[in-house]
């Protein structure tokens, strides 16, 4: 193996000792209870400038909300992520109290401090601001469901009642496709195309599909509330039943494509994936004992077999985000259940059988061996797969491995008990850590060993995973195919972080708190669009207190927090921003890069 190394010349003249960007602080909430303000526990407005934080006070088990509007009274409970403003500023807050009679009028709806609406069920993760500025939720009273709006003075309207209602989600189809990862978990529900939210409405044990005000009645007992989707000519496609609740009642599913429907099967999964004649492909299953299923793919109402070596193959799953269709084939991936029986013979002891789960790439009928007990894969160019697995059942070996679908090679050699942290360079070369676990009957330490390509970098106790904007990655690369990481050197007691640039240590900064040059941790690495290297370096002055600081190009911005929350980065403006705690204040900071 080579060693990457750097001068400390080359070091210092790649890390631009300039003055950062332009800084702002802005003081945003005071907290003036006991206690320190706690990041995750504030939300603020930026239109508005409103905010409402949620005060959990240690000797009652209780919570309010402390907002510029008002407090709030006391609850058992309130979820904090699901707050929301309008536009104007006006928060709504759904909160509860545990009873005896727990589910009795033990939901109450929060507006701007005050309790405007209790209920026996309040639907708080799926509501939303609709457009005309009303808050939009599902709620129970005794045995019924209803769509409730109401606006800020507190003025409720209901639906009529309903036996169920369930929000429809956006098929997962479209939310990989799209590459919007950093709406994945936000922007998930579904909407028509004039920006109705899509409901599932049940009663009497038929089931409607409600947009606004419109409501279709399917004529089906239930609808997978995560399969609906439109086909290439725009008709609501989705998964129903004909004899009771999915989860309820097994059997009998099948996909309906406008009026259209399909062949039914013991279980029927999203997503819905549609060839260029419009014909739906979905995943199907039958039921061969009780929690065992056979799973294979349809094509309109054709089961899909699929051999390896002419042997027909029963699946016990698939990889969803990796169907598609390719040369007017269906491609995917199907996992089988592999078990090894002990070996009980010369054994005192009954050992348990191993059990593995074989990974294959189907095209077509045609499926391909890709591994055992593969980890999450990775794509790259050229229909290239990048995972890491065991290869072998009889070596057993951890190997990171990549593959075309019809044929695989070895990256790695098996000298480690796991490879983590694997991806591609930009320029297509494969990173990953080859990791060493603890044995201390073979005094065998715990370790990291860090590959780019066939070079090792190093080894350390540990890596750390960095990023912002759900963008994670050991690695993280200027235009310039540069990379920076941050790790634990080897044998350090004190499990202090330091910063890398390919593979040479980073000097520490000039000016730090206190003037400690060492950094207990290192938080959102990122180069910006202009190759500057930011981060946010965690210190440790003594066995209580963190102090939390920012560095551009290995320079200090100056201002030291108590704590930091999530960062954004925001590459138009190249800029970040982020809410940091000092002396029992919140502030909205933003850094220009």
């Known amino acids: 193996m080579k060693i990457i190394s750097l001068s400390l010349i080359q070091i210092l003249i790649f890390v631009k000792m300039i003055f950062p960007g332009s800084f702002s602080e802005k003081k945003i909430f005071t907290l003036e209870f006991d206690g320190a303000p706690d990041i995750y526990s504030f939300l ?35 979820i904090v992520n699901e707050i929301l403003f309008d536009a104007k500023g006006n928060y709504f807050a759904v909160s509860g109290n545990y009873k005896a009679d727990y589910g009795s009028d033990n939901y109450f709806l929060i507006i701007n401090g005050k309790e405007v609406f209790n209920s026996n ?7 939303f601001i609709g457009k005309d500025g009303k808050y939009n939720f599902i709620f129970k009273e005794n045995d019924k469901f209803y769509l409730g709006k109401i606006d800020p003075e507190g003025n409720l309207t209901k639906s009529g009642s309903y036996d169920k209602i369930k929000p429809l989600y956006r098929d997962s189809v479209n939310l990989l496709s799209e590459g919007d990862t950093e709406n994945y978990f936000f922007d998930k529900y579904f909407y028509t195309k004039n920006g109705s939210r899509g409901f599932i409405v049940i009663n009497n044990g038929i089931a409607s599909l409600k947009f606004g005000d419109e409501e279709i009645n399917t004529g089906f007992t239930d609808i997978n509330e995560t399969s609906i989707t439109n086909d290439k000519a725009g008709k609501l496609t989705f998964i129903a039943k004909k004899n009771g609740l999915f989860f309820e009642s097994p059997g009998n599913e099948f996909v309906n494509a406008g009026n259209h429907e399909y062949n039914s099967f013991y279980s029927v999964s999203p997503p819905i994936y549609f060839d260029d004649n419009n014909i739906p492909f979905y995943m199907a299953a039958d039921s061969l004992a009780d929690g065992v299923m056979n799973y294979y793919m349809v094509k309109g109402n054709q089961r899909m077999p699929a051999y390896f070596n002419n042997i027909p193959l029963k699946f016990i799953s698939f990889v969803n985000d990796n169907i598609k269709i390719s040369d007017d084939k269906l491609c995917y991936i199907g996992i089988e259940d592999v078990i090894i029986p002990s070996d009980n013979t010369n054994s005192e002891f009954q050992e348990s059988n191993d059990y593995f789960q074989k990974y294959y790439y189907v095209k077509g009928e045609n499926a391909y061996e890709l591994g055992y007990n593969l980890s999450g894969i990775i794509k790259g160019n050229e229909n290239k797969m990048l995972y890491t697995g065991i290869a072998d059942l009889s070596k057993k070996e951890a190997l990171i491995m990549e593959s075309n679908g019809e044929s695989r090679i070895i990256l790695s050699e098996g000298n480690y008990d796991a490879v983590y942290n694997f991806g591609y360079t930009p320029s297509g070369e494969v990173y990953y850590t080859g990791e060493t676990f603890l044995d201390s009957a073979k005094g065998k330490p715990a370790s990291s060993t860090l590959f780019v390509g066939n070079t090792m970098l190093g080894k350390y106790d540990y890596v750390l995973t960095q990023g912002v904007n759900r963008n994670y990655s050991v690695l993280k690369f200027d235009s310039k195919g540069n990379f920076a990481y941050a790790a634990s050197p080897l044998n350090n007691e004190k499990n202090l972080i330091e910063i890398y640039i390919n593979g040479v240590r980073l000097p520490a900064p000039d000016k730090t708190p206190g003037d400690i040059k060492q950094f207990n941790s290192v938080l959102n690495l990122l180069f910006d669009k202009n190759d500057k290297l930011f981060y946010i370096a965690e210190f440790k002055p003594d066995d209580k207190n963190f102090i939390y ?6 320079k200090s911005t100056g201002e030291s927090y108590e704590s930091t929350g999530k960062i954004e980065y925001e590459e138009s403006s190249n800029s970040v921003s982020f809410y940091a705690v000092r002396d029992k204040s919140i502030y909205l900071v933003n850094i220009a890069l």
């Open 549 to 554: 600081q920012c560095f551009i190009d290995n």
């Open 121 to 127: 069920y309040i639907e708080s993760y799926s509501a």
């Open 44 to 78: 603020f407005d930026k239109t508005s400038g409103n905010y409402c934080y949620v005060y959990q006070i240690s000797n009652e088990n209780k919570q309010f909300i402390i907002s510029n509007k008002s407090l709030s009274l006391k609850y058992d409970y309130i």
